[in-house]
């Protein structure tokens, strides 16, 4: 390695030790700590201190002439990117996959549909697929029925007014007061169910991510009716129960 290379790599070192010993301060430091504690020469820690100012990664109170951390760091942090929604909820959802055996995923409403965010698919012989960016009509499946059964009552009127229930298979419910009286019970219990409503041979139960009074979503398993069978039904709502708290709080951290 070349001189000049190693002398880049130190004063780049040196100046992130700087910004750590700063940040680690409980009370800003002075040049004199900063001395005694770094062990960077006078004239050293002097030009890298005048860097660190002219670049605002430091602020130097005027009236101490003690040291805190800048605005340019604060700005940096403002734009470093986190993973998406999806990337920071498959983890989750691979493990309540695990957990049951079964296919979940993730859905948010969007306008008189739910739309999955992230899913994981069961790794059993027969199970559902769920694809990421599917859509489904909410009266149709377990996650739309959680969203429904969250509007206020003037709003899910104007919606039970306005939609039509067109069957997606033959188990789809086609009367409006049956959907109203299955969304008081939702309301009640926290679950809501899709039995074979928008895939034969599919009934999927699903509860309401929350923050408080906030809707985030709904996350839901899709289950073979063959193996949905009532003992599993507790199972079920204890696990999703559980995720759904682990999805609230990875969204709102």
């Not at 130190?10 to 062990?39: H, M, T, W």
């Not at 983890?91 to 008189?112: I, M």
């Not at 965010?117 to 996650?143: D, F, N, R």
């Not at 074979?196 to 073979?224: C, H, M, Q």
């Amino acid at each position: 390695m070349k001189p000049s290379q190693t002398l880049a790599v130190k004063s780049l070192n040196r100046g992130l030790d700087i910004l750590e010993y700063v940040a680690g301060c409980s009370e800003p430091p002075s040049f004199s700590q900063l001395l005694g504690s770094l062990g960077i020469p006078r004239s050293s820690l002097f030009h890298l201190l005048t860097n660190l100012l002219s670049r605002r990664f430091l602020e130097r109170d005027p009236q101490t002439e003690r040291y805190r951390l800048g605005a340019e760091l604060a700005e940096i942090g403002r734009k470093v990117q986190r993973p998406s929604l999806h990337d920071r909820l498959v983890p989750l959802l691979r493990q309540l996959s695990l957990e049951v055996s079964e296919t979940c995923g993730f859905y948010v409403r969007t306008g008189d549909s739910v739309e999955v965010v992230a899913s994981a698919i069961s790794t059993q012989a027969l199970s559902y697929t769920m694809k990421v960016g599917m859509t489904a009509p909410l009266y149709a499946v377990s996650a739309g029925k959680i969203v429904l059964s969250e509007l206020g009552s003037e709003e899910l009127r104007q919606y039970l007014t306005e939609v039509t229930l067109t069957p997606v298979t033959s188990h789809t419910l086609r009367s409006k007061n049956v959907l109203r009286k299955e969304l008081a019970q939702v309301k009640a219990t926290g679950f809501a169910y899709s039995r074979e409503e928008f895939t034969l041979g599919i009934t999927a139960i699903a509860t309401a991510v929350r923050d408080g009074s906030k809707l985030y979503g709904a996350v839901n398993l899709a289950v073979p009716t063959a193996r949905f069978t009532t003992g599993r039904d507790g199972e079920f709502r204890e696990a999703l129960r559980r995720t759904a708290r682990i999805i609230a709080n990875e969204i709102t951290r």
